[in-house]
T-cell receptor, first 111, second 113 residues
Framework: GEDVEQSLFLSVREGDSSVINCTYT??????LYWYKQEPGAGLQLLTY?????DMKQDQRLTVLLNKKDKHLSLRIADTQTGDSAIYFC???????????FGSGTRLQVQP | NAGVTQTPKFRVLKTGQSMTLLCAQD?????MYWYRQDPGMGLRLIHY???????AKGEVPDGYNVSRLKKQNFLLGLESAAPSQTSVYFC????????????FGQGTRLTVV
């Protein structure tokens, strides 16, 4: 079956850049997603990238996709304490039209 | 805008008890999903539905049943709760296209003692 993997924890200082990495196995993924979960809340879509793109930039967020290595990354520039959350990488199970999630990376931003 | 609403938000069950979690969405979405979230394991798909009157098994369906009698509602049932079902349960809905943003409820924290 499909598998999406992420490291579990990342700690950065306020103002630094954060880079969260993800690997996936399903080569047929058309879109890949990043979701954010704040404490006690559900998940919200942060950004996504179409599979024929290498990079997508959206304000402080940069998504990089390496299809050959099946590697996805999310870079947050000028990380703020409000960015502290769990970040999930996800791809689409095309058969079920359901998202398959990684384990989530907990980002801790130290002042 | 309500979006996706889950009830209840918290529940404590004794082993062997039953309960139903309700999910309601007001976005006219065809697809609805139930996930469970456990520490270090991300979200795992329990069951899903591609439209009113349909249900299908996800990754971890054992011990759960679902029903989608109305398009806007998706119910998750536990017939005989077990401690292994202690988790946070999330409902989500989407249009179901190739690009599809899934909208999530706030979650139900269930503890089985």
């Amino acid at each position: 079956g499909e598998d999406v993997e992420q490291s579990l924890f990342l700690s950065v200082r306020e103002g630094d850049s954060s880079v969260i990495n993800c690997t996936y196995t399903d080569s047929s993924s058309t879109y890949l997603y990043w979701y954010k979960q704040e404490p006690g809340a559900g998940l919200q879509l942060l950004t996504y990238i179409f599979s024929n793109m290498d990079m997508k930039q959206d304000q402080r967020l940069t998504v990089l996709l390496n299809k050959k290595d099946k590697h996805l990354s999310l870079r947050i520039a000028d990380t703020q304490t409000g960015d502290s959350a769990i970040y999930f990488c996800a791809d689409m199970d095309t058969g079920r039209r359901a998202l398959t999630f990684g384990s989530g990376t907990r980002l801790q931003v130290q002042p | 805008n309500a979006g996706v609403t889950q009830t209840p938000k918290f529940r404590v069950l004794k082993t062997g008890q039953s309960m139903t979690l309700l999910c309601a969405q007001d976005m006219n979405h065809e697809y609805m999903y139930w996930y469970r979230q456990d520490p270090g394991m991300g979200l795992r798909l329990i069951h899903y539905s591609v439209g009113e009157g349909t249900t299908a098994k996800g990754e971890v369906p054992d011990g759960y049943n679902v029903s989608r009698l109305k398009k806007q509602n998706f119910l998750l049932g536990l017939e005989s709760a077990a401690p292994s079902q202690t988790s946070v349960y999330f409902c989500a809905s989407s249009y179901g296209g190739q690009y599809t943003e899934a909208f999530f409820g706030q979650g139900t924290r269930l503890t089985v003692v």
